[in-house]
């Protein structure tokens, strides 16, 4: 039986939901607001606001970066920001009298300018500010160029760069390293690093810069990326700003792996080549960057820090940042301080990690400790260890050098001395930098005496033998490469190492280095194929459609260079767009003399040779010891028939690199074409005799001297020809020459000798028979 609906009750219950809706509704609407907009907002593109914004939420970490070398990278040139004496001084140094003084309350130096004579310039930046702080000056066409006289912080004196860093050469003003000349440049030698969100706008047709930035330092964003978004994100309440991710700034600083966070400090602590300016819409480095793997000469062959490195490709050597422990920047350094985080406790750093009664205890170090009785050792840089700082860990497992005059900076592959390794390839070592008035073997026996005679195998052995062409390097290479507890970059520059002894047994291997995880090692593949036929650069096509920039367009670059009449295609879509990312590359760095250089290469492989020798003729004006460039600019005025010019340029190149073998015998062939037939001999002669393991040389000498009618040695020559190769065409040779000078009494027997050697070749046989 039905029962009847207590109606009363029914419509109590309609009244309380329908008002818990109206209730509601405002509350959806406003969300439904946010979401809206979020959903826009989120998505734009960000904009640069400025570091100012940051502050209200992030104070502390504001207050650590102010005054930080990120704060002071640069700054406009005032009485706040010059720390330098300006009170009409004079500085002596690169073999000149130089003078700091004011005019009309500008900053003033007197040096010698572009063409060598004493000049007035005016300090319009600063830059840095300890332990050195460097002045750029402005000139034309939007550059700045940074003074060779320079402020040393800390002892309060002036010195010139070019008696410390330069003190081996000679810096006139035409020189590339003068201070007016690319080296020291702004725009594109330092730039990049001292400012936030810098765009180098260099146009290479009219040789100028208009360079901007946003702030002029280093600011918040040059590490966290454009923030208009994120300061759209902290304005939303916690409800609606779901659609942000990484609360909308571009870069990722947290929740990442240690390859990762590192990789953000890389793009300027690193040595490396620049793709473009930075993109912050990706944090793959090898889209905007290739740094330089740890190799000679800007790192010793152990992999110690020679020249500057900016400290990535050390410390991806090191063991720290493997996957078993995973070390990062910021264990170590407050970031935005860029201080250590414990001040002068250095060995606390370490012992976050490793146990104090395990390392810092004499079993392990075997130092004095301050306050016991001993003398200080001067180290090979200059720098005074007083007795107990053999206890720092740094000091055994982070020396370090002075750049730049005055700045000693650590290594950062934090690695286990070995002397026994100095002994056999004269690398540094530890004990030797503090005990520099000792011998290796001395602090060798030490290290056996403290830990046995046992070494770990290290690299630097096989990058040894594949530097000296020792075919056993092959099997330590590929082993070095295929162990993953190597560190990549090592395992990368062994690949390129392998190149060295490219041949068709390891294209398979090569072809699975390709696909590799790692970019430097897919680009180190690359690097190292030698092409010789087709199945070569079907490796390469596939690599034109691979995700990072680095590899894509080094993969363009080779396949460039082939002289190929015709790209297949189902390739030619990628290559068109790999190519003209690689052209983009170049213009970009065109400002360099190397870069106008790779510039004119690029056109000329296109047949452009328009272009071709306009950016070889500007690399040359940029710096005229790239003797190089003279060659390439000689091979393409004979391409395009003004052999005058080629002459006179093989000429000069000649001057500095009289023992360039191939360049004497291009050289003698260009005379010959020239009609220059005795000094296209000499020339000839001279290749041989620098190479005489080359066939076709003496080959070319034999044809000149029979065309020149000299019978004795167009002989002697088609036999050195043989010594060389013996094969059927060097030996055919010299039986027509005998054949066509009727000298039967040597034809016959050179012709039964063939026979036996090559008895498929039926003309011989009819040969022989003529000779009866």
């Known amino acids: 039986m039905l029962k009847m609906i207590n109606t009363q009750k029914y419509n109590n219950l309609m009244l309380a939901l329908v008002g818990a809706l109206i209730l509601l509704f405002p509350a959806y609407l406003l969300i439904k607001t946010y979401s809206d907009t979020d959903t826009s907002t989120a998505n734009a593109e960000p904009q640069f606001v400025g570091g100012d914004t940051c502050i209200e939420c992030h104070l502390p970490e504001y207050n650590d970066w102010k005054g930080s070398h990120h704060d002071r990278a640069m700054d406009e040139a005032n009485d706040s920001t010059v720390l330098a004496n300006f009170n009409n001084v004079t500085i002596e140094g690169n073999g000149m009298t ?60 002036w010195y010139h760069m070019a008696d410390s860093t330069y003190a081996d050469q000679d810096i006139h003003h035409n020189n590339w390293l003068h201070w007016t000349n690319q080296a020291q440049n702004w725009n594109s030698m ?179 400790t301050e306050g016991m009785p001993g003398d200080a050792v001067i180290s090979d840089s200059g720098v005074k260890f007083d007795v107990g700082s053999g206890t720092l860990c740094i000091n055994c497992h982070m020396h370090g050098q002075y750049y730049m005059g005055v700045d000693y900076r650590r290594d950062h592959s934090f690695r286990v001395p070995r002397p026994d390794l100095s002994i056999k390839y004269d690398v540094p070592n530890a004990c030797n930098q503090c005990h520099a008035d000792k011998s290796n073997q001395w602090s060798e026996n030490y290290i056996t005496k403290w830990y046995g005679e046992s070494r770990t195998y290290h690299f630097a052995q096989a990058f040894d033998d594949a530097r ?28 390129q190492y392998l190149g060295n002894f490219f041949q068709d047994s390891l294209k398979h291997e090569v072809e699975s280095y390709l696909s590799n995880l790692y970019p430097d090692m897919r680009v180190a593949a690359i690097r190292s194929i030698q092409v010789a036929g087709e199945e070569d650069i079907n490796l390469l096509y596939p690599m034109l459609v691979d995700d990072t920039k680095a590899v894509r367009t080094e993969a363009a670059r080779i396949l460039s260079s082939l002289g190929l009449e015709q790209i297949p295609q189902k390739h030619q879509k990628a290559f068109d767009i790999a190519i003209s990312e690689y052209e983009q590359i170049l213009l970009y760095n065109a400002d360099f003399p190397i870069g ?15 272009p071709a020798e306009q950016f070889y003729l500007k690399a040359l004006k940029q710096d005229e010891e790239l003797h190089f460039v003279k060659l390439n600019l000689a091979y393409l005025y004979n391409r395009i028939q003004k052999n005058d010019k080629a002459a006179l340029l093989f000429e000069d190149y000649l001057k500095h690199e009289p023992t360039d073998a191939q360049a004497r015998y291009s050289y003698g062939l260009l005379l010959s074409e020239m009609k220059k037939y005795d000094a296209s001999l000499k020339q000839l002669i001279r290749s041989h005799n620098l190479q005489p393991e080359r066939a076709r040389v003496a080959h070319n000498i034999a044809m000149m001297f029979e065309f020149q009618g ?43 000798q063939m026979n036996k050697t090559f008895p498929d070749v039926a003309e011989l046989k009819q040969v022989i028979e003529q000779l009866k």
């Open 468 to 495: 000296n062409g020792e075919a056993h390097a092959l099997g330590r290479l590929k082993g070095i490469i295929n162990d993953e507890l190597y560190p990549h970059s090592i395992r990368a520059l062994s690949i």
């Open 596 to 610: 106008k250089f790779n510039l004119a290469n690029f056109y000329y492989n296109k047949a452009e040779y328009g």
């Open 98 to 157: 130089h003078r700091a003084f004011m005019q009309d309350g500008k900053f003033m130096v007197n040096t010698d300018g572009e063409n060598g004579t004493m000049e007035d310039f005016e300090i319009k930046y600063v830059f840095g500010f300890t332990p050195l702080q460097q002045f750029l000056v402005e000139f034309d066409g939007g550059r700045l160029q940074t003074l060779p006289l320079t402020w040393n912080t800390l002892d309060s004196v």
């Open 190 to 368: 330092c730039a990049d690093c001292h400012s936030t969100n810098l765009q180098k706008n260099y146009d290479p047709h009219t040789d100028t810069y208009n360079t901007t930035w946003s702030e002029i330092d280093v600011s918040c964003e040059a590490c966290h990326g454009p923030s208009s978004n994120h300061l759209t994100w902290a304005a939303l309440p916690e409800y609606a700003r779901d659609d942000f991710e990484n609360y909308g700034l571009p870069v990722k600083t947290s929740g990442i792996n240690n390859e990762q966070y590192v990789d953000n400090c890389a793009r300027c602590h690193s040595r490396r080549s620049s793709l473009s300016d930075f993109d912050y819409s990706t944090q793959n480095i090898h889209n905007h960057i290739i740094p330089n793997l740890p190799d000679i000469p800007t790192w010793h062959l152990d992999g110690q820090i020679q020249d500057e490195d900016y400290v990535y490709a050390s410390f991806i050597q090191s063991k720290m940042y493997t996957k078993e422990r995973e070390v990062q920047c910021n264990d170590c350094h407050n970031v935005h301080s860029g201080q250590l985080l414990f001040g002068d406790d250095y060995n606390k750093l370490c012992l976050q990690c490793h146990t104090a009664d395990v390392y810092e205890t004499p079993d392990h170090h075997f130092h004095k």
């Open 710 to 752: 000299d019978k004795a040695n167009t002989e002697l020559y088609l036999k050195k020809e043989i010594a060389i190769v013996n094969d059927y065409n060097s030996n055919a040779e010299l039986l027509r020459f005998y054949l066509s000078n009727k000298m039967t009494a040597k034809a016959k027997p050179l012709a039964i």
